[in-house]
């Protein structure tokens, strides 16, 4: 079953001469109330460590373990934070858990010396923690770096993973924006002190940040700076800047990957929820639409939105999510 649906989210407007009366206006709210996602009767986000070969990973978790799973990896340069809306939308429904990675968010950061900043390695280190956490079935929510190391932890135990919900996550180089992918390459092949201190520089600052999570939204004064302040202060810890400058220099492995995760695709058939925000200056709207070239059970909405599709339309992708895994008895 293939979906593919375009969406621009903007506000309703009322015209001047459709009035409602004051009791079907306290409808209207009460029903928006019941179908929406969760908000008022969702189960408490509570938070922990789980020791990973000496590395603490933080985590955030919601909802009733006997409940069907959904694991969230996040991307760069956020943590579990950017899925804090969303793992109360679901948690009513799902149980929930959403790790920091190594050098991410609250989890420990080792130095470069003492852990190996690959994606592959970063990958096996999740891959060990949902083994830990003792999730034997679960699907998988991937954003950005998320992507490639939840493809990772899919080809290693496809048996695993029940659907894939995938939010401006790359496995196709139709995806992949040259203006990103080509200075990655440059760092990958010819890493200099010179070259370190420019994508420092370019990356890392708070403008720079911030337009990460603004770029391409509809409303850039709505998203709240807390994702990129956060962000900032993190990665100006002492040496958090050469952890992140040496998975950058990694990302080119990711791509010479991509032609295994469609084999995987092809071959077991997850259902995959794609929603996308096709204003993404890194993670081009073909991307998403090769999916459908691989995967049968496919739903595809493109939202008028930037990288982070959650900030702006975290309700509608909570609610397409829970209908998606309903659909294919996930519930």
Known sequence: MKRIETLTLAPLVE???????????????ALSIA???????????????ETVDGVKIFYREAGDPSKPSIVMLHGFPSSSHQYRDLIRDLSDDYYVIAPDYPGFGSSDAPSPEEFTYTFDNVAQ????????????????????????IGFRIAVEQPERVTALLVQNGNAYIEGVSPASSEPLKALSENRTPELDAQFVTELFTVEALKW?????????????????????????????????????????????????????????????????GKNDAFFLPPGAEAYAR??????????????????????????????????????
Do not use: C
């Open 15 to 29: 015209t001047g001469h459709q009035k409602l009366s004051t009791v079907l206006v306290g409808a209207a709210i």
């Open 35 to 49: 179908i929406a996602p969760g908000h008022l009767e969702a189960a408490p986000t509570s938070y922990g460590y």
């Open 125 to 148: 280190y999740m891959g060990s923690f949902i083994e830990q956490r003792g999730i034997d079935e679960y699907a998988l929510v991937i954003h950005d770096y998320g992507a490639p």
């Open 212 to 276: 990460q999570y603004t770029h391409g939204t509809r409303n850039p004064d709505g998203i709240l700076p807390d994702n990129w302040l956060m962000d900032f202060e993190r990665v100006q810890r002492p040496g958090l800047s050469t952890i992140q400058l040496d998975l950058l220099a990694n990302y080119p492995s990711n791509i010479a990957a991509y032609p295994a995760w469609q084999e995987y695709l092809r071959e077991h058939q997850p259902p995959v929820l794609v929603t996308w």
């Open 294 to 331: 691989d995967v049968e059970d496919i739903e595809i909405h493109m939202l008028d939105t930037g990288h982070f599709p959650l900030e702006e339309d975290g309700e509608f992708i909570a609610e397409k999510t829970i209908e998606f895994l309903r659909a294919r008895g996930i519930e």
